[in-house]
């Protein structure tokens, strides 16, 4: 590798003699002559310079000023400077040394003395060389290290919201595996129930037709009458009209119930065939809003109203699952920041739907304690949570955010209501074209 040496001095006798000097010495050295020192900068850029061999004492510029510009440059930090003096003042030199020169060589040079000082600056120079190389390699490599990191984050985010999700759906399919068969038989027990006690119900009538009958023909008999007062005092002491005139309407009550349970079963089971697959199929909004109604309804019923007002919405190609897996979020966030507030009054959730031309909307708002506005920005990320440690993952929002955005093409955003609480507002195409998810 060819060094360039600049040698600077005011005197053009002294450049000369240095230049012979150097052209006479071994090894392989491009010398470039400077006698303004104004220009050093300039020329140590513009050619690469390695070594600079500096006169101290010159008339525009002194030498310590041009070390001083020169190192002030922290590109130029490495490039070896050499004082030329003629200078014995041990305080120049100092002043030289504190501004960053490397070496000196004294005036008159000696020959011998500069090939040792050069020898020494080259290795330097060379040993930097190859220090900022490798300085370089590991910034490319640690920026490489990130990115790798960057991707082994986002891998292992997606990792845990798919286990979320398949186990949501494991945990659901479970429970419904489980509630169903003894749904089925309750279910028809009651039904059969039901007919029993219609048909018991058309006995006694005839019985206490018959009853009241014979209680007519038998007024004069003494020990007849006490069989009928026995019988009305039972019927006094068990309530017997009361129990008769309420087995229809617990029947009734019952009949409902079961019904209910087994549509809870049925969303459980959607839940889990849908949630951790990217199934796609046309479905109704506000059906899936139902659903995930019927999950949240127990959490919310001592505590907090929900208010529905579900405009008419198109059916849209989605997976209702996953839509299901956000309303849960955003609901079970909402219950859970209002049941943090301990308040003494209830609790209000609003939820809407509505259609635009090619989309519809969901939006969601709570009378809570709102969302802090410096944490709004961070809410959608991967595990960023202000709950306290076991109580939240902070993966609900970031699942939902990638669920609508990735998923179905939508729009998820947040803010604060200007009477408090927060709100979450849902845009989703009807079609989803160039989705991951289809
Ligand atoms: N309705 C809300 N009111 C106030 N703060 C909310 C509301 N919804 C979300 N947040 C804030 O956003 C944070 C992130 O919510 P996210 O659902 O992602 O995680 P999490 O609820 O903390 O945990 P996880 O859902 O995984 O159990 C919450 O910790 C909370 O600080
Ligand atoms: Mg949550």
């Given at each position: 590798?060819?060094?360039?040496?600049?040698?600077?001095?005011?005197?053009?006798?002294?450049?000369?003699?240095?230049?012979?000097?150097?052209?006479?010495?071994?090894?392989?050295?491009?010398?470039?002559?400077?006698?303004?020192?104004?220009?050093?900068?300039?020329?140590?850029?513009?050619?690469?310079?390695?070594?600079?061999?500096?006169?101290?004492?010159?008339?525009?510029?002194?030498?310590?000023?041009?070390?001083?510009?020169?190192?002030?440059?922290?590109?130029?930090?490495?490039?070896?400077?050499?004082?030329?003096?003629?200078?014995?003042?041990?305080?120049?030199?100092?002043?030289?040394?504190?501004?960053?020169?490397?070496?000196?060589?004294?005036?008159?040079?000696?020959?011998?003395?500069?090939?040792?000082?050069?020898?020494?600056?080259?290795?330097?120079?060379?040993?930097?060389?190859?220090?900022?190389?490798?300085?370089?390699?590991?910034?490319?490599?640690?920026?490489?290290?990130?990115?790798?990191?960057?991707?082994?984050?986002?891998?292992?985010?997606?990792?845990?919201?798919?286990?979320?999700?398949?186990?949501?759906?494991?945990?659901?399919?479970?429970?419904?595996?489980?509630?169903?068969?003894?749904?089925?038989?309750?279910?028809?027990?009651?039904?059969?129930?039901?007919?029993?006690?219609?048909?018991?119900?058309?006995?006694?009538?005839?019985?206490?037709?018959?009853?009241?009958?014979?209680?007519?023909?038998?007024?004069?008999n003494k020990e007849g009458q006490?069989?009928?007062?026995?019988?009305?005092?039972?019927?006094?002491?068990?309530?017997?009209?009361?129990?008769?005139?309420?087995?229809?309407?617990?029947?009734?009550?019952?009949?409902?119930?079961?019904?209910?349970?087994?549509?809870?079963?049925?969303?459980?089971?959607?839940?889990?065939?849908?949630?951790?697959?990217?199934?796609?199929?046309?479905?109704?909004?506000?059906?899936?809003?139902?659903?995930?109604?019927?999950?949240?309804?127990?959490?919310?019923?001592?505590?907090?109203?929900?208010?529905?007002?579900?405009?008419?919405?198109?059916?849209?190609?989605?997976?209702?699952?996953?839509?299901?897996?956000?309303?849960?979020?955003?609901?079970?966030?909402?219950?859970?920041?209002?049941?943090?507030?301990?308040?003494?009054?209830?609790?209000?959730?609003?939820?809407?739907?509505?259609?635009?031309?090619?989309?519809?909307?969901?939006?969601?708002?709570?009378?809570?304690?709102?969302?802090?506005?410096?944490?709004?920005?961070?809410?959608?990320?991967p595990f960023f949570t202000t709950?306290?440690?076991?109580?939240?993952?902070?993966?609900?929002?970031?699942?939902?955010?990638?669920?609508?955005?990735?998923?179905?093409?939508?729009?998820?955003?947040?803010?604060?209501?200007?009477?408090?609480?927060?709100?979450?507002?849902?845009?989703?195409?009807?079609?989803?074209?160039?989705?991951?998810?289809?």
């Amino acid at each position: 590798m060819i060094l360039k040496i600049l040698v600077v001095d005011d005197e053009r006798l002294n450049l000369k003699v240095a230049e012979a000097y150097l052209k006479n010495m071994s090894g392989e050295f491009e010398v470039i002559l400077c006698q303004n020192p104004l220009e050093v900068e300039k020329l140590v850029v513009e050619n690469d310079i390695d070594i600079v061999l500096l006169d101290i004492i010159m008339p525009i510029m002194n030498g310590t000023e041009v070390i001083e510009q020169l190192r002030k440059n922290h590109y130029l930090n490495d490039v070896q400077i050499i004082i030329l003096t003629a200078l014995s003042d041990a305080e120049t030199f100092k002043v030289c040394f504190d501004k960053g020169a490397d070496d000196f060589l004294k005036k008159p040079i000696d020959v011998n003395e500069l090939q040792a000082r050069l020898k020494a600056a080259i290795k330097t120079r060379n040993n930097a060389k190859i220090l900022k190389k490798m300085y370089q390699r590991l910034k490319e490599q640690n920026l490489e290290l990130k990115e790798l990191n960057k991707v082994i984050k986002e891998a292992q985010f997606y990792m845990i919201q798919k286990e979320k999700l398949a186990s949501i759906g494991e945990l659901a399919a479970g429970v419904a595996h489980e509630i169903n068969n003894p749904l089925g038989y309750v279910g028809s027990n009651i039904e059969t129930m039901n007919n029993f006690a219609e048909k018991i119900k058309q006995v006694v009538d005839v019985y206490r037709k018959s009853f009241a009958g014979l209680e007519q023909l038998e007024t004069q008999n003494k020990e007849g009458q006490a069989y009928f007062t026995n019988v009305h005092d039972a019927e006094r002491k068990f309530k017997f009209n009361f129990v008769m005139d309420e087995l229809n309407s617990i029947m009734k009550d019952s009949g409902e119930g079961i019904e209910r349970i087994s549509k809870i079963v049925q969303t459980l089971k959607n839940f889990a065939r849908t949630g951790a697959e990217n199934e796609t199929a046309y479905s109704n909004l506000n059906s899936t809003v139902e659903e995930a109604l019927l999950i949240v309804k127990n959490e919310a019923k001592y505590t907090i109203d929900i208010e529905t007002h579900l405009e008419e919405v198109p059916e849209m190609e989605c997976n209702s699952g996953q839509l299901g897996q956000v309303i849960l979020n955003i609901l079970v966030n909402a219950i859970q920041a209002i049941k943090a507030q301990n308040r003494s009054d209830r609790g209000h959730i609003t939820i809407m739907t509505g259609s635009a031309e090619n989309s519809v909307f969901l939006k969601i708002l709570d009378d809570g304690p709102g969302i802090p506005e410096e944490v709004l920005g961070k809410i959608f990320d991967p595990f960023f949570t202000t709950k306290d440690v076991g109580q939240g993952t902070g993966l609900g929002l970031s699942i939902s955010h990638d669920i609508i955005v990735n998923k179905h093409n939508g729009m998820i955003t947040a803010g604060n209501n200007p009477d408090g609480g927060a709100w979450f507002y849902i845009t989703i195409p009807l079609k989803k074209e160039g989705t991951d998810c289809l």
